[in-house]
Nanobody
Framework: QVQLVESGGGLVQAGGSLRLSCACV??????????MGWFRQAAGQEREFVAA????????YYADSVKGRFTISRDNAKNTVYLQMSTLRIEDTAVYYC?????????????????WGQGTQVTVSS
């Protein structure tokens, strides 16, 4: 069983920064061998992939829309994954979800993730 708790969302002006955190509480499978991802869902739209990181943190992958602006990282000692978001745009406004998958490698497909957090709202204003 895995529980994911996101934090760090909020309201920010365009061009600003936010850092999201996702704390993982897992029984059985250690966090350190679990690949993690961030997804987002804007109002009236489908959930979309944002970023993913493999178990060691050595492999990351980003959606084209956030490449160069967002950075995913993890601290296995703290069972936490982060999403540093910079140069935020109005179109980044969405509920951001943290997800964990049973595999250890990066994957961009939502259906490959087994556990999801409750989501945290990020609103970017002009």
């Amino acid at each position: 069983q895995v529980q994911l708790v996101e934090s760090g969302g909020g309201l920010v002006q365009a061009g600003g920064s936010l850092r999201l955190s996702c704390a993982c509480v897992a029984s059985g499978r250690p966090f350190s061998v679990t690949a993690m991802g961030w997804f987002r869902q804007a109002a009236g739209q489908e959930r979309e992939f944002v970023a993913a990181i493999n178990w060691s943190g050595e492999s990351t992958y980003y959606a084209d829309s956030v490449k160069g602006r967002f950075t995913i990282s993890r601290d296995n000692a703290k069972n936490t994954v982060y999403l540093q978001m910079s140069t935020l745009r109005i179109e980044d406004t969405a509920v951001y979800y943290c997800a964990a998958r049973g595999g250890s490698s990066v994957d961009t497909r939502a259906e490959k993730y087994d556990y999801w957090g409750q989501g945290t709202q990020v609103t970017v204003s002009s």
